[in-house]
Each structure stands twice: as structure tokens, then as C-alpha cells.
């Protein structure tokens, strides 16, 4: 074939006598006739930077890749790349091209002509797109998006946006694959799994159910947390139904064995589903019980709640309203805070709504009386959200803190329970506070007392607390309940012995030889030697017993330590408490990490992306929580 002698030729491949390849998009092209017009205007319109690079003069004798090898002589330096570079298209003064040393122009040209990339590379950029989806939420007509494509392009000319097809039937598939393929090899790794799971209902009506996992991994000595799945559930929400539904979700993950506690709500269905399965715990969600106490409080300063809420609304929906609240917030000299408007099913946004009142009160006050629009607040609706912010910050404090995926917390549930309790019998007996309070106090008593009852009976719970090295036995208030907690810990790493000693060897002293003693002529010893040569059993209860004392005379752990690392160091030296702590502060005391997933779903299924299909929603919370 005769050699094509137009430049336009380091763009294209011959594929006939009449068309040609793009070597960046591939697509044929016409040339009919020899005219290589149609191949110039393609390259104008589609890959506009590798046309003008055309322009640039062409240094053939210019070694390749120069800024990838050193120079030869040891003193020569390169050109600072952090310094602009200006392309040139004058003739260069350089007399010899083949010299080694960089012109300007040279240590660019490769930059300005762009090649296809290589295969490897392509599959690294589409997945790292397929990532960007999953994780940032983004539609699969991203791709398709034309400012994108060209923003794609003007990065990296050479790659080739895949179709959105591709994303949703192959990228996002693969990525699945290898991420539930690393999801199980960790799990391999976990010996006891507690989990979580909640329901909720999209904005489209389709009703689905999340569950989590949550261990603790045996060779690192840290938590763990996985979303096995936010499931589409088309069936009716039963016990029976979801339980069968847990069991199935359990064994396609090989985990059926390792799953000890459930933590979930009070919704007397999934409570009666857990208690199906005979080797489950059921623990009630901590943060939810609180949710309970602190509504049952509000009930009582009802109507300062629904003015203080008219108000938010109000300067909500009026931005004129809401610039002059700004205006005289800054002429007051106070900082610029928006005020915050609660949801109805979380009461911590109710202690937010107040909080944010009192500290701006007084540009608050002012704003509305000069408005006029809506009833203002006054000193006595002041006083009634003041006295319910200082009794409910524990209550706050205590929702964050339990409500934490990164550290043990389990352990904690006890005692804040416990202060909790004390914190609002402590209050009832303050005569000053306003009657409207003291019948606040006297509602959230009465549901703590409701829900918080038995809860010392918790084995999970009183037995995470004492393998806890941060609270031992001090976090009990009664003996009782420490003793018996010791007793059962005790049983159990006694049936841990038992069960890791062979049945052949047995923990007993060695006797000393009869011979040897009745061949002993010293007098002295004959006594002693006696007394030893009397066998001593050590059983598995004592060996337990030992251990856990010796554990429990240790000094206390600082609170705010963690308690993973302190056992990871101590492992080799309590190694049956060890696996007694995997099984137990491996525990979350909330399902709040469900709640979570749920605020990514609803994002997820939002206007924009409404033409998802159920089975991709599935797979976008899977690899959003777990890549």
C-alpha cells in the first residue's frame, strides 16, 4: 500500500480504500477518493486537542518520553516543571537536534499528542468511575451529561466514557463482585457477629430492609462494621416473614453460626422474629428508648413546643422575615445562626430548636415584634425551654455517644442508663423548677422506670460491662448483680477450658516418685516431701476463676482509652476472657447504623434518579456503605 504522506495519518488507521479508524474513538470515517477532508473535520470536532497539536512543529529526532529518563551528564538539570512553559512555534537556534539537552518545546510535544490509552488503563479509569457513582450517588446518565464528557475529555482526551449501559450491566456489577468477595473474606475472619436491621419505606412506596453486621476482627483486634444489604421487601412485614428472611440473608453469607445478638426497636414484629431463633439475644435500641423518655417528657410543655415551632416555620418561609432576624442579630452583635427546625420523630432536634432560640433570644424577640406576623415568645416560654435544654444535655450527650459506629459502646449502655435515671429523680426533687417541669420530670420517670426495668438482667449487657477494662466492677451499683455476672462469666470461660484441653491431658501435679521418698534418709524433708507428693487438681472453674481475678485486679483503663487495644496487648496473658470479649463488645447499642443507611437510601432515590430499578438501589447502598 503507498505510504500516506499527510500528517493527518498519526490519527488514523486504513481500514479499506475508503475508510479509515480514529485511533481515540474508533470509529470509522469516510475518505473516498483519497481526500482526507472528512478526517481532518473529525478530528476538529471530536478531539479537539490532538488537532491543534498537529500545529506544533514535528521534532522526530526528538527522543521520546524524555521527562522519563535521567540525563546523561550528572550536572545537567532538568527545566522546572513548576514554572509555565511556553510553546513556541518559531524555528529553534539548536544546530544539532540529536543533542541530549531539553529545548522547551521538546519536554511538551509528547503531552500535546494524545494516544488511545492502553487497555490497563482504561479498566482503571472505568472503575474508578464506577466508584465515584456508588459513593457520591451520582446518576448513570453521568456519563451521558455533556459538560461532563467534555470536562472527561479536556483530562484525559484518550479515554473513552463508557455507556451508561455499560455502567449499569458491567462496571457496577464487577464492582459488586469484588466487593462481596472482600466483604466475605473479612467476615471469615470474625468468630462472633452481632447485627442490626430496621424497615423503611421509600418516597416511590417500596418498602425495604437494611441489616448490618458488626464484629470484632480476631487477628487485628478492632470493630468492624459491613451493610450485608438494603433488600427490597415485597412481603408483609411479620415475624415470621422476617425472620425466615434474616435466616436466608445469614446462610447466603455462611454466617449463620457466628450471629449471637440482634439489636434493633421495640416493633413488637421484628422482636418476636429475633426470639425465633432460639441462639439469638434480642437487645432494644438504646437511642430509641431515650427517643421514648424524651417525648413523653414534651407531652408536658406541648404548647411553648407548637409556638416555638410556628416561629421557625414562619421565618422559614419568609426570607424577608428571616433578613431582618440576620440584620438585627448583627446589630445586636450577635453571630449569624439560623434557627433550626425539629423533626417530629426525633426529640433531639426538639433540644436543638430550643437551644438555638436561647442564644439568640433577644434579636429573636425584637425581630417579631416588629414583624407582627406571628405570636411572640415570651420570658416564660424562655424559662420552660431553658430548664428542658439543662435537663435533657445529658440525654443529648448520651444519644451521640451511643449512637457512635467507632468504638465500643455496648459496655456504656449500663451505666448511663443508670445516671440517666438518677438525673431525672435527682431533678424531681429541685422545688424551684416550674410546676409545668416537675410534671415533665414526673412523665419521663415514669417511662424510664417502664423501660428501663429488667435491663440489669441483660446478660450482654452486664457481662460487656465487666469485660469492659475501662469499667469493671465498678460500673455496679448493686453486689448482687456483680456477682452474679462474675458467676456466669466464670461458667462460660470455664466451658471454654474444657472445651480447648485435650481430653488426654489433664492439669495435674506430677507426684513425686514413692521410691525416691522412701529412699530419702534426710529427716528434714520427709514431711514436706509428703505433703507435695499429694496430687493437686486444678479444674476448669478454678483456672477460670484465677483468670478473671487476676483480670479484674488490674487497674482500671482511663475512660477515654480504647478498650480493643488494652485487650489486643492482653491476649496472650487472659486469652479465655479474650474470646469471652469478642463475643460481647462486638455489640452496637443502637441501631442507629441501619437509621444511617436509610438517610443514604432516600438520597439515593431522590427525583434525579427515579429511574432507578430496585435491584440498583440495592447495589449502590451495598457498595456505598462497604467500599
Keep these: 500500500m503507498e505510504k500516506k504522506s499527510s500528517d493527518i495519518w498519526n490519527h488514523f488507521s486504513v481500514i479499506n480504500n475508503e475508510k479509515a479508524k480514529c485511533s481515540y474513538c474508533s470509529n470509522p470515517i469516510s475518505y473516498k477518493g483519497g481526500s482526507t477532508t472528512n478526517l481532518t473535520k473529525h478530528l476538529k470536532r471530536k478531539h479537539y486537542v490532538q488537532y491543534e497539536a498537529r500545529k506544533i512543529p514535528r521534532l522526530e529526532m526528538v527522543e521520546q518520553n524524555l521527562d522519563e529518563h535521567e540525563p546523561d551528564e550528572p550536572n545537567e538539570k532538568r527545566p522546572q516543571t513548576s514554572q509555565p512553559q511556553t510553546l ?74 463508557p455507556s451508561r449501559k455499560t455502567v449499569s450491566k458491567s462496571l457496577l456489577p464487577q464492582l459488586l463482585n469484588e466487593t462481596k468477595e472482600r ?44 451493610l450485608l444489604g438494603c433488600f ?26 457466628k450471629i449471637k445478638v440482634a439489636v434493633t426497636d421495640n416493633a413488637a414484629n421484628i422482636t ?79 433540644f436543638d430548636m430550643f437551644q438555638r432560640c436561647i442564644l439568640i433570644k433577644e434579636p429573636l424577640i425584637s425581630t417579631i415584634a416588629i414583624i407582627g406576623n406571628v405570636d411572640n415568645l415570651t420570658n416564660e416560654d424562655f424559662e420552660i425551654m431553658q430548664h428542658y435544654c439543662e435537663i435533657f444535655k445529658p440525654f443529648k450527650e448520651a444519644t451521640v455517644e451511643l449512637s457512635s459506629e467507632k468504638g465500643v459502646s455496648i459496655s456504656k449502655v449500663l451505666i448511663i ?88 491431658e489433664h492439669n495435674i501435679n506430677t507426684p513425686l516418685n514413692n521410691n525416691a521418698i522412701e529412699n530419702e534418709t534426710s529427716e528434714i524433708w520427709k514431711h514436706f516431701d509428703a505433703q507435695v507428693s499429694t496430687p493437686t487438681l486444678s479444674t476448669p472453674t478454678s483456672e477460670a476463676i484465677e483468670e478473671i481475678d487476676r483480670y479484674i485486679s488490674e487497674p482500671l483503663l482511663d475512660r477515654k482509652s480504647d478498650p480493643l487495644k488494652w485487650w489486643n496487648n492482653r491476649r496472650n496473658i487472659y486469652p479465655n476472657l479474650f474470646e469471652m470479649m469478642l463475643l460481647r463488645l462486638c455489640v452496637p447499642s443502637s441501631s442507629v447504623p441501619c437509621e444511617r443507611i436509610f438517610s443514604k437510601a432516600g438520597y439515593t432515590i431522590s427525583e434525579r434518579r427515579s429511574r432507578l430499578s430496585l435491584k440498583n438501589v440495592e447495589i449502590l447502598m451495598f457498595l456505598n456503605s462497604n467500599y
Aim: proline fraction near 3%; aromatic fraction near 10%.
Design 417 to 504: 442508663t443508670q445516671m440517666l435515671h438518677s438525673h431525672i429523680k435527682n431533678n424531681i426533687q429541685n422545688i424551684q423548677l416550674p410546676h409545668t417541669i416537675h410534671l415533665m420530670l414526673s412523665k419521663m420517670l415514669t417511662k424510664a422506670d417502664k423501660k428501663f426495668e429488667g435491663i440489669e438482667n441483660q446478660r450482654v449487657l452486664t457481662e460487656a460491662t465487666l469485660l469492659d477494662p475501662r469499667f469493671k466492677k465498678k460500673a455496679f451499683d448493686n453486689h448482687i448483680i456483680y456477682q452474679r455476672t462474675y458467676d456466669q462469666i466464670v461458667e462460660k470461660i470455664a466451658a471454654i477450658i474444657k472445651r480447648n484441653k485435650n481430653n488426654d
Design 232 to 257: 427490597n421487601f415485597e412481603k408483609s412485614h411479620s415475624s415470621n416473614n422476617l425472620s425466615v428472611f434474616l435466616k436466608d440473608c445469614f446462610n447466603e453469607w455462611n454466617i449463620s453460626e
Design 272 to 350: 418476636a422474629a429475633i426470639k425465633m431463633n432460639k441462639n439469638w439475644r434480642h437487645i432494644p435500641c438504646l437511642a430509641h428508648t431515650i427517643n421514648l423518655i424524651a417525648q413523653a417528657g414534651l407531652e408536658e410543655i406541648n404548647h411553648v413546643y407548637k409556638k416555638v415551632k410556628k416561629v421557625v416555620e414562619f421565618f422559614k418561609r419568609s426570607t424577608q422575615s428571616y433578613k431582618k432576624l440576620k440584620n438585627a442579630q448583627t446589630q445586636m452583635g450577635y453571630p449569624e445562626l439560623k434557627l433550626i427546625q425539629d423533626v417530629t420523630t426525633r426529640w433531639n432536634s426538639t
Design 183 to 226: 466483604v466475605k473474606n473479612t467476615l471469615n475472619n470474625a468468630q462472633f457477629i452481632a447485627f442490626t436491621t430496621d424497615g423503611w419505606t421509600s418516597i416511590n412506596n417500596d418498602s425495604f430492609v437494611a441489616v448490618t453486621v458488626h464484629f470484632i476482627h480476631t487477628t487485628e483486634c478492632v470493630l468492624k462494621s459491613f
Design 88 to 161: 513556541s512555534c518559531q524555528p529553534s537556534t539548536t544546530t544539532n537536534i540529536n543533542t541530549k539537552k531539553t529545548h522547551p518545546l521538546q519536554t511538551r510535544v509528547d503531552s500535546y499528542i494524545m494516544k488511545p490509552i492502553s487497555l490497563n488503563k482504561q479498566k482503571i479509569l472505568d472503575e474508578q468511575l464506577a466508584i465515584m457513582i456508588a459513593k457520591e450517588f451520582q446518576p448513570f446518565s453521568l456519563v451521558e451529561n455533556e459538560e461532563f464528557k467534555k470536562f472527561v475529555h479536556l483530562l484525559n482526551p484518550g479515554y473513552k466514557l
